[in-house]
């Protein structure tokens, strides 16, 4: 089995579509398909689809506009009270260098629910960059001098974003590897947006391209693929509905997966709550709920080699109680997921002799709560060194299997990765497990909601969808069932 290289993202599967290939899309204006422009043409056998670049297709009405952007409130009227001089720099034209300011800090938000600040920083590569900010063919670095305004600070204001450093200050990046890491300034970190429709023409084209060669990647890659069949066929419940069902849930006590009580702010700062970081608001729900949908579906994102490949998309960013009103051709939704699948990915990576390991059998071995060993083993192999030691499960893999410990070790201290090399490894390991379910699943015509390691599947099929995983991850060597 062919795991992560210290280079690249490989996968085991070439992408075959089916031969239900959806070929044209939606009409936003008409809601009919234009069968005269089909969105794609690839060679004989469509086995790499790539998309024309007519401008006047439009895009399937369930994705979001590429003339609408989301961002932090504050940040327009922020950049608009810029100097002259520093957005002369990105365009003449003040309207110009404002979106192209706004375009840039979109990619951040979404950011703003993550709670790890390692997960907040994104890396955007300059040669991309360059070719979305730059005038025509001029030769000027136009998204430096962008860069420049949104990290412009005063005595009295704060930059809009931050640009990673290494602890001597330097900015962090690696020519040919990785580009620089950018963030949201804190003072910008709010979950209270607003959307704005772009009015360069220039720059909605090249955002039209980019999104165009994304349909293209989406449409090759298995899981992507299977999203994009499966949107249009999805009912979202309502604001109202999500309120009274947050209502209900409250009252019978509700945790999520991570084991956060679910909770009202009540227009209360939540800092002022007591055991905040242990607790997830109905309010910060709902509002990241509708960045997720409210302009249309975000396009799924493949992720490169540092996540395995995995897929990212508005509905495994959904907060999971949300998730569960979502319905597929009007019937409920079940979520099948394999039991503590990241333990049984490191046994098979890194050599370990147990098999079938569960979050109880660790629980009665440790004597702590199931919940407890549940919330560390999220977390667990992906640490660095010592993060592991002070974990309660080291005792328990020391003790009783030190030679997967051993080999992780190993692994984190002689990578160019250091110590995220373990959790690449066993995300790619489970990108692959899930490519191939869902392969299988599709060759039957059945079409899921992709959660990682969980699917949701309509109720009527939940049986189909088990048995295959159960086949699936047998076959990767990988001792675990799917409940």
Known sequence: ???????????????????????????????????????????????????????????????????????????KRTIN?????????????????????????????????????????????SKYLDQKYKKGNDNTYIYTSIIDALTYTTNS??????????????????????????KLNQRFQTINFETYTLTSEDLIEKRRKQHLKK???????????????????????????????????????????????????????????KDFKNKTFVEENIKQYLYLTQKGYLMPHIGNYKSGGRVVDSFNLMPSWIREFVTINGEEIIEVDFKALHPNLAMQIY???????THQNVANALGISLQEVKTEHLSFFNRKIQGMKRSPLYEYYNLHEPELLKNIIKDKRGSNFGHKITS????????????????????????VLYIYDA??????????????????????GVFTVAG
């Not at 993202?9 to 005269?36: A, G, L, M, R």
């Not at 794609?40 to 401008?55: A, R």
Request: charged share 25%; hydrophobic share 30%.
């Open 215 to 273: 349909l293209s990647e989406a449409i090759e890659n298995k899981i992507a693929y299977n999203l994009l069949r499966i949107y249009p066929i999805l009912e979202i419940p309502s604001i109202e509905k999500i309120s009274i069902e947050a209502d209900r849930l409250i009252e019978d006590n509700y945790h999520s997966k991570k084991g956060k009580a679910l909770c009202k702010l009540n227009k209360r700062k939540k800092e002022k709550i």
């Open 1 to 75: 089995m062919n795991l992560l290289k210290e280079t690249q993202f490989n996968s085991n599967y070439q992408y075959q579509p089916p031969s239900s290939t959806i070929n044209y899309v939606t009409d936003s204006q008409k809601n009919q398909s234009i069968t005269e422009t089909p969105y794609f043409k690839g060679t004989n056998n469509l086995n790499t689809p790539i998309f024309t670049e007519d401008s006047s297709i439009n895009f399937p009405t369930y994705l979001s506009s590429v003339e609408s952007i989301t961002i932090p409130k504050t940040v």
């Open 351 to 357: 050599k370990g002799s147990t098999k079938y390991i």
């Open 424 to 447: 690449m490894k066993m995300f790619e390991l489970e990108v692959q497990i899930m490519t191939e379910v869902i392969r299988r699943l599709n060759n039957q015509g059945i079409y």
């Open 81 to 125: 009270r810029l100097p002259k001089s520093v957005l002369n720099k990105i365009d003449n034209n003040k309207t110009i260098a404002v979106e192209k300011c706004m375009d840039f800090v979109s990619n951040f938000t979404g950011t703003v629910f993550y709670e790890n600040e390692y997960d907040q920083w994104l890396n955007l590569n």
């Open 455 to 476: 699917l949701g599947c309509k109720k009527s099929e939940a049986d189909i969808v088990q048995k295959t995983m159960n086949e699936v991850i047998l076959e990767f």
């Open 157 to 182: 204001t704060y930059p809009i974003i931050e640009i990673k450093k290494g602890q001597y200050g330097n900015e962090t990046y690696k020519s040919g590897s990785y580009s620089k890491a950018y």
